[in-house]
């Protein structure tokens, strides 16, 4: 089993920025792929960005030149620098792994609300 945990999310004000972080712990020998999801209200979940083991790297358009994945695979931990944020930014931001089996596990989520 993969547990992950997100901190970082909260308050800020348009333009600002935040730091999501995401440790993951458990079987994590097998995780590929990790990301950063988002959910706003009425909204379906949709990918912000994910990173693979190598590196690689992928951003949903409405974020590209504003967020930044990262990860830390000997802490087994994930980034997600967020800067420039706008209110459309504002969701439950879900850490999400990916192994090869293409089994995914989900963090419990992290709200971020971006105030004008």
């Known amino acids: 089993q993969v547990q992950l945990v997100e901190s970082g999310g909260g308050v800020v004000q348009v333009g600002g920025s935040l730091r999501l972080s995401c440790a993951r712990s458990?079987?994590?020998?097998?995780?590929?792929?990790m990301g950063w999801y988002r959910q706003a209200p009425g909204k379906q979940r949709e990918l912000v960005a994910r990173?693979?083991?190598?590196?690689?790297?992928n951003y949903a358009d409405s974020v590209k030149g504003r967020f930044a994945i990262s990860r830390d695979n000997a802490k087994n931990t994930v980034y997600l620098q967020m800067n420039s944020l706008k209110p459309e930014d504002t969701a439950v931001y879900y850490c999400?792994?990916?192994?090869?089996?293409?089994?995914?596990?989900w963090g419990q989520g992290t709200q971020v609300t971006v105030s004008s």
């Open positions: 458990g079987s994590t020998f097998s995780i590929n792929t």
């Open positions: 999400n792994a990916r192994d090869y089996y293409q089994v995914d596990y």
């Open positions: 990173i693979t083991r190598g590196g690689s790297t």
